[in-house]
């Protein structure tokens, strides 16, 4: 409170006494952080093997590679998260005077100037926290360069029936019409749809939506006359960044065609993302939409012209609290590109592309992969099908993600983008032995399947019906499976060495969400 009046040269009007009278500061009354683990643990040692314990409940990148699709969970290096915890970084106010961040100031700029040229676009804003939040700044910077052209009545936003659920509610967050556009069997936005929508459409035509490669894990061929035909109708191409790994060093969103493109630094650029964020997710746009970028009311941005000290009167103004969204995590991308290089950023996104084919073929006689270029080749990510062993064995998606965790494994993505299906995404980081390692899992676990199709192993009483096995259910009172403890628990060789033993059994997910469970204290104890 002292500091607070002194800041404010009141320092010396008013004087708290010492020691402080029990007035002063305001004593509060009100019962605060009242469960009990906030008052359990009282030594270092106890809440550390505290936070361990629940850290053991996680099945993370300490034990194996986390295949989610989209996602791309690559390694979060330590050299590239250590600056996040310098006071430099951390300890400064988003509103604080520019002469008090010229470090800051220039790491905004490198990295700017870094991801325009991998981009290539003009300008980029620092501003959105998240991919999603990047897609609601572009799609208004869209919908202001449409109105400073005269043309407020454009507001339909086409996006492919394959896109994100993000891509869909942006658009409808800044007042557009979302129009679909149907794929076809390949995965590949139908071309012929595409012509007929933006021509229906075209004098209402704001954006088209597209990601690339596409959220099927294909490089879509058509990517450059797909835009070539919004830019006809008078639309813009927004595209989704989120597969950016597959581009990175290879090629460009603005050489393609595309207007505004968010990055998720989050996935390509890693910041760790486990557990919902924080993440980043910068825009970058053409130079005909520089003008348009996010402003902000306290810091003026000077987002495409460093000379400036006023606010650009276009601006579509902040879309964030913060001016530089999450800047502090923004040292991890910054680490991650200057230790990489133009040379390593390439390479890495090789690898990326090169180990998503090795799953792809190395697994393709167990599991149809969904979709393929017509080369038969995959880009960084490819979808298996799983949907027949519905039929032969009465086998779910879930069941298989499950076991995956019997083996040590967390789980691809599930059921996104196709029902029923499975995307892995290897990312560069993982080696040629953890990506067998994941394969020979799916090949043992098809191996597993295929006992319950030749009436081996029972329909409902299986391995993978009962996955995960937790120690508790292993161990405790009598063994009733058909199978023996042994498959359940050690299914592959290498859980003998090290085995991840997963805290909870199955549960119902669909009633999970249906039945929201308060973890807070009973009202008896309030009473
Ligand atoms: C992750 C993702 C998004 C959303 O990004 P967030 O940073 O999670 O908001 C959008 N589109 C695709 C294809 C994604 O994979």
Not at 154 to 183: D, E, Q, W
Not at 441 to 453: D, H, K, P, T, Y
Not at 476 to 491: K, L
């Amino acid at each position: 409170v002292q500091n607070l009046l002194e800041i404010f040269a009141l320092g010396d009007e008013f004087t708290l006494p010492t020691p402080p009278s029990p007035h002063l500061p305001l004593p509060r009354t009100s019962p605060y952080l009242t469960h009990p683990i906030f008052n359990r643990y009282h030594s270092e040692t106890e809440l550390l093997r505290y936070l361990h314990k629940l850290e053991t409940k996680d099945l993370s990148l300490t034990t194996s590679m986390i295949p989610l699709g989209s996602c791309t969970m690559k390694l979060n290096a330590t050299s590239e998260m250590l600056p996040v915890t310098w006071a430099e970084f951390g300890k400064i106010h988003p509103f604080a005077p520019k002469s008090q961040t010229q470090g800051y100031q220039i790491l905004f700029q490198q990295l700017e100037e870094w991801l325009a040229e991998i981009t290539g676009f003009a300008g980029i804003s620092l501003q959105p926290n998240a991919g999603s939040q990047g897609e609601y700044a572009g799609l208004l910077v869209i919908r202001k360069y449409h109105e400073s052209r005269g043309e407020t009545h454009r507001n339909v936003c086409l996006i492919p029936t394959s896109a994100h659920g993000t891509n869909p509610a942006s658009a409808v967050m800044c007042g557009m019409k979302v129009v679909a556009v149907a794929c076809d069997l390949q995965g590949n936005i139908d071309l012929d749809d595409l012509k007929a929508k933006a021509e229906k459409h075209s004098n209402e035509l704001a954006a088209l939506m597209v990601t690339y490669p596409s959220t099927h894990g294909v490089f879509e061929e058509a990517i450059q006359e797909i835009c070539a035909v919004v830019h006809s109708h008078g639309g813009q191409v927004y595209m989704d960044g989120a597969n950016m790994n597959a581009q990175v060093g290879l090629c460009r969103p603005g050489d393609i065609g595309a207007d505004v493109c968010h990055l998720n630094l989050h996935k390509t650029f890693c910041i760790p993302h486990g557990g919902g964020g924080p993440g980043m997710g910068p825009i970058g746009v053409a130079a005909h939409l520089v003008e348009f970028l996010p402003g902000h009311a306290v810091m003026a941005m000077s987002d495409y012209n460093p000379k400036s000290k006023i606010q650009n009167p276009k601006s579509i103004g902040a879309v964030s609290a913060a001016p530089w969204g999450s800047a502090s995590i923004l040292v991890i991308s910054w680490m991650y590109i200057a230790m990489m290089g133009a040379t390593g950023l390439t390479d890495a996104t090789k690898v990326a592309i090169l180990n998503a084919n090795y799953i792809a073929k190395r697994l393709e006689a167990h599991y149809p992969i969904l979709y393929q270029g017509k080369n038969g080749y995959v880009a960084h990510e490819c979808i298996l099908d799983l949907r027949s062993l519905k039929k032969s064995a009465n086998i779910e998606i879930d069941d298989i993600a499950k076991r995956l965790m019997d083996y040590g494994f967390h789980a691809p993505t599930v059921s996104w983008p196709v029902a029923g299906t499975i995307m892995v995404e290897p990312t560069e980081s993982e080696s040629k032995e953890e990506l067998d390692r994941f394969c020979d899992a799916m090949i043992s676990i098809r191996q597993e399947v295929a006992e319950i199709e030749a009436g081996k192993a029972d329909v409902q009483d299986n391995v993978l019906k009962n996955a995960p096995h937790t120690a508790e259910s292993l161990i405790i009172g009598e063994w009733n499976h058909p199978y023996s403890r042994e498959q359940a628990a050690y299914p592959a060789p290498w859980t003998r060495e090290h085995k991840f033993w997963p805290a909870v059994g199955r549960i119902d997910a669909a009633f999970g969400d249906r039945n929201f469970v308060c973890s807070c204290l009973p009202m008896e104890a309030y009473s």
